[in-house]
Every structure is written in C-alpha cells, then in structure tokens.
C-alpha cells in the first residue's frame, strides 16, 4: 500500500496521453470544419447551376 501511496504523485504528473487527446479533438474540429463548408458550398453550387440550367434554351 505504501508503494501506490509513493507512485501517486508521479502518476498525477504524467502527461504522455495528453498529445494523442489533443490530436484527436484537433482533428475532429478540423472535419467538423470540412463538413460544415462542403454542405454551405454544395447548396449555393446546386443553386448556381440551377440558376444557369434554367437561363439556358
């Protein structure tokens, strides 16, 4: 018991996961960003299409 006691402090300061987390939100936030352009651009270019499919005889 004294031992677990002993490693706790340095178990607390470990901080080897941390850049793999960081990394992984980073790049959610990133895709999110992806998602969110191609869906706002994919609408106006259907739209602009249309609107030239429709001027042409």
Do not use: C, N, W
Not at 35 to 50: F, H, I, N, S
């Amino acid at each position: 018991m004294s031992t677990l006691i002993a490693r706790a402090p340095a178990f607390l300061r470990d901080d080897h996961g941390v850049t793999s987390i960081e990394y992984a939100l980073l790049g959610s936030l990133i895709a999110m960003a992806i998602v969110g352009t191609v869906v706002t651009l994919g609408e106006t270019v259907q739209g602009m299409y249309e609107r030239i499919a429709g001027k042409m005889p």
